[in-house]
């Protein structure tokens, strides 16, 4: 619940049922609510990820614009269109994004902020600084979940801490027509448009990452082997089933990379971002579009079991959408 500060929460009503004591609370959101249901514990028992069972109660708002129609969705996820693009009017959808905030650096790892902030003038591109910025939330969880699973195997978590800050420098290399053409899916399986621009970027994002970990990247002492690791990642972080075919011989930090890239796409912020990004602006389609692909969107069974957590939670979401706002 690492993001409480921006909720302020009211006993709604608590009942027990089959022994578990259910807690309902009001939420008025100030910032990103999927934190709170979301905050995952792994349980070295076998049981999987747990987070706390709480079931909230959504508040949605219609944003209006002057030219485009409007957007309904949880509060707590503000979109906005470009003031400029050389894209026509049609296609404007594929650039709405997330403004980013301050305060989305407390998600990053402390020791990794400076950096991160040295490489956030080359994480505008398609939202990929607020993407980057809260997927550094399931860094640790998932590590620790792909090491239980792999006894005497240790995770280095520096390698995906910068592999996973840089991983999507390359957008800003791309240009908006490629963006747009990366976004024309309906779920999360590439069609051979997407693909060119999703190859693009992680051979851009490689050659970028080089020059920012050279100039910004001293502090941590990376070996050689590392340095590898880490562009290894960034140049395979967006082929989920290339990597899960080769199995056991890809490096358990590229293997968490992926997921924690895509784990982005079940999120709060990112889901409702993208039903009306793509294009789809119907949630309940664009939910059974993820359901859909999830198998074949993880490489870990951790990542997988994570995925299908946050899944859950927007189904929990979808179904209070208001149907006529
Ligand atoms: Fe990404």
């Not at 939420?27 to 069972?53: D, E, M, N, R, Y």
């Not at 470009?82 to 790892?109: C, G, N, R």
């Not at 490629?178 to 899916?185: D, P, T």
Request: with cysteine; glycine share 4%; proline share 6%.
């Amino acid at each position: 619940m690492s993001d409480n500060h921006y909720l302020t929460t009211h006993l709604y009503k608590f009942f027990k049922k089959d022994g578990i004591l259910i807690v309902m609370l009001k939420i008025k959101t100030h910032g990103p609510v999927a934190q709170l249901a979301s905050a995952p514990v792994w349980h070295t028992g076998g049981q999987g990820f747990k987070s706390p069972q709480v079931h909230i109660l959504m508040q949605f708002q219609t944003l209006t614009f002057t030219e485009y129609p409007s957007i309904t969705l949880p509060q707590s996820v503000i979109l906005e269109y470009p003031a400029e693009t050389s894209l026509p009017a049609k296609d404007h959808h594929f650039l709405l994004y997330i403004p980013w905030q301050k305060k989305f650096l407390q998600l990053v790892p402390k020791k990794f902020q400076t950096f991160f902030s040295k490489v956030l003038p080359h994480l505008s591109a398609r939202t990929t600084d607020v993407h980057t910025a809260n997927c550094c939330q399931y860094i640790q969880p998932l590590c620790y979940a792909v090491e239980a699973a792999h006894p005497g195997r240790t995770i280095d978590q520096t390698v995906v801490t910068l592999a996973l800050i840089l991983h999507d420098c390359g957008w800003s290399r791309l240009s908006e027509k490629e963006v747009a053409a990366s976004l024309g899916v309906s779920g999360l399986k590439l069609n051979a448009t997407a693909l060119g621009p999703k190859e693009k970027h992680a051979v851009e994002g490689v050659a970028l990452a080089t020059e920012l970990l050279e100039s910004y990247g001293k502090s941590f002492s990376l070996s050689e082997a590392q340095k590898d690791l880490i562009l290894l990642a960034i140049r395979h972080h967006d082929q989920p089933e290339k990597v899960a075919k080769e199995g056991t011989a890809v490096p358990l930090e590229v293997q968490v990379l992926v997921d924690l890239d895509h784990l982005w796409s079940f999120t709060q912020l990112n889901f409702w971002q993208d039903v009306y990004r793509k294009g789809i602006n119907n949630p309940q389609t664009y939910l059974e579009n993820l359901q859909t692909d999830l198998d074949s969107y993880f490489v870990t069974p951790q990542g997988r079991a994570l995925a299908t957590r946050l899944w859950k939670h927007r189904q929990e979401e979808v179904a209070q959408f208001p149907t006529q706002p």
